[in-house]
């Protein structure tokens, strides 16, 4: 009887384990979502952080005219239309600090319009 009990635990242990080892790949296999709202001449957040090997998606949206984004390190570009929206998804594979630029003329602080996104360990 203590056998079974035993086998039992142990049975229930592993399932367990299996379980939440499981529940936890699949979290960290799910893209981490980030807001950006865009206007002249402005990315709000200016600077975001991300994890190296972690999925992102940067989700950006416009107040105002058309605007763009262009990290060229990390070989990303994206169109944004005038009160639109667009999405950059990837997986940052190396650290660092990338800076994007607008890609679309969109005033005079146009050449001032950057986000930088540092990727850490």
Known sequence: MERKSA??????AVLLAFCLS?????TQSSPRKIDVIVKRFAYEP?????KKGQPVVIALKSTDV???LRFRELNL???????GASELKFTPDKTGD???HCSVFCGPGHG????TIHVVE
């Open 66 to 68: 058309a605007h763009g």
């Open 22 to 26: 499981h529940s936890t790949a699949q």
């Open 46 to 50: 200016g600077e975001v952080t991300v």
């Open 77 to 83: 570009d994206t169109k944004i239309p005038a009160g």
């Open 98 to 100: 990338f800076v994007g």
């Open 7 to 12: 086998f039992a635990a142990l049975l229930t």
């Open 112 to 115: 001032a319009m950057t986000l």
